[in-house]
């Protein structure tokens, strides 16, 4: 099945800092989503990005898929930016049915 | 909108005990899913639902039952709960199966002792 790797696993900031968070998949991808997990357990969504670039607010995502990757860009970063965030794809192959494969995680911190 | 609930938020069981989480949605998605979550493990789909009335396998199944009661609603249910089913589970529902966005309820948290 389609492989998703997240970069780097660990990241620890100051708030105010710049980050950027990397996903790399193996194979042509449906869907793309990114998430955060907050410390409470809940995924949220922030971005369904198979392709091309997207901003909300501070949070900014760009999916290149002919070469398989996807960066999330997090600017000015703030304590509650802190949690584990997820990329997730679901495979273009016949066999995805669906279903989401997720990375390992990024965790960041976040501290003031 | 309340887009996807789940309830129980918490359970405690003892191994061998059954019983049932909940899930609704509430954005007339064809599509629902269980997945569940464990340490270092992400989160993986256990069973999934492309329409009312169809419900399939994910990759792991062993030991769960699913049940899709209409459009909004998609039960997950452990006849005999074992410790290895201990775990994080998370309802998720989407428009269509394969190309859109996913959306997630609040998870429900189960132990078995």
């Known amino acids: 099945g389609i492989q998703v790797e997240q970069s780097p696993p660990d990241l620890i900031l100051q708030e105010g800092a710049n980050s950027t968070l990397r996903c790399n998949f193996s194979?042509?991808?449906?869907?793309l989503q990114w998430f955060h997990q907050n410390p409470w357990g809940q995924l949220i969504n922030l971005f369904y990005?198979?392709?091309g670039t997207k901003q909300n607010g501070r949070l900014s995502a760009t999916t290149v898929a002919t070469e398989r990757y996807s960066l999330l860009y997090i600017s000015s970063s703030q304590t509650t930016d802190s949690g584990v965030y997820f990329c997730?794809?679901?495979?273009?192959?016949?066999?995805?049915?669906?279903?989401?494969?997720f990375g390992q995680g990024t965790i960041l911190t976040v501290h003031p | 909108n309340a887009g996807v609930t789940q309830t129980p938020k918490f359970q405690v069981l003892k191994t061998g005990q059954s019983m049932t989480l909940q899930c609704a949605q509430d954005?007339?998605?064809?599509?629902m899913y269980w997945y569940r979550q464990d340490p270092g493990m992400g989160l993986r789909l256990i069973y999934y639902?492309?329409?009312?009335?169809?419900?399939d396998k994910g990759e792991v199944p062993n030991g769960y039952n699913v049940s899709r009661l209409n459009k909004r609603e998609f039960s997950l249910r452990l006849e005999s709960a074992a410790p290895s089913q201990t775990s994080v589970y998370f309802c998720?529902?989407?428009?269509?199966?394969?190309?859109?966005?996913?959306?997630f309820g609040p998870g429900t948290r189960l132990t078995v002792t």
């Open positions: 998720a529902s989407g428009r269509e199966l394969l190309s859109y966005e996913q959306y």
């Open positions: 194979d042509s991808v449906n869907n």
């Open positions: 990005i198979p392709s």
């Open positions: 997730a794809v679901v495979g273009a192959g016949g066999t995805s049915y669906g279903k989401l494969t």
């Open positions: 954005m007339n998605h064809n599509s």
């Open positions: 639902s492309a329409s009312e009335g169809t419900t």
